[in-house]
């Protein structure tokens, strides 16, 4: 072989990038005699690591292949961490901004609660919806008690008898229509 090729043969080792066949080569240029003067510090080493290839050949175990760390699943992990850290972000950037929002909307805003000052803006926030809602529902129930007075009123009016008028007042109450 030629020194050019034992000197590719030597790096691609030592980065750990040969094939098997490429190591047999190796070996089989240092047990020889014409090991050149510039890689004889390798021998020894190259004979040693001939002899242990043989007697895992003799032994009947596949010969082990060093372990490397995998640059792929290093990436991956970089990556799943990079991502997690962008949507970590987001999370804080989107809370500081539904913060500065609030802000926006009820500046100055507090509430009084048993006498205990509050001015938490989200729990505000959250006793104005509650607020809102339960007024919604007032509305809505006196909407329809309104609508229920209207109907009985019509109907009261649409009777032409004094008297079934006045028993049908009293059958809906006193006042000629229902309370709340």
Do not use: C, W
Request: hydrophobic share 35%.
């Amino acid at each position: 072989m030629e020194n050019k090729e034992i000197k590719l043969l030597i790096d691609k080792f030592l980065d750990g990038e040969t094939t098997l066949a490429e190591e047999r080569k190796l070996y089989t240029y240092f047990r020889s005699e014409k090991v050149s003067s510039e890689y004889l510090h390798y021998r020894d080493m190259f004979l040693d690591l001939a002899a242990v290839q043989q007697l895992s050949e003799h032994s009947g175990e596949p010969p082990k292949q060093p372990v490397r760390t995998s640059t792929v699943m290093l990436r991956r992990i970089i990556g799943i961490a990079a991502s997690l850290l962008l949507l970590l972000g987001v999370f804080l950037f989107y809370g500081q901004y539904q913060d500065r929002q609030l802000a926006k909307k009820y500046a100055g805003s507090y509430t009084i609660v048993d006498g205990v000052r509050n001015d938490n803006l989200h729990e505000i926030k959250g006793k104005l919806k509650e607020t809102f809602a339960e007024a919604d529902q007032i509305e809505k129930k006196v909407q329809s008690q309104a609508v229920i007075e209207n109907a009985e009123t019509e109907v009261l009016e649409s009777i032409d008898d004094p008297i079934q008028r006045k028993e049908l007042e009293q059958l809906l109450g006193s006042d000629g229509g229902t309370t709340l």
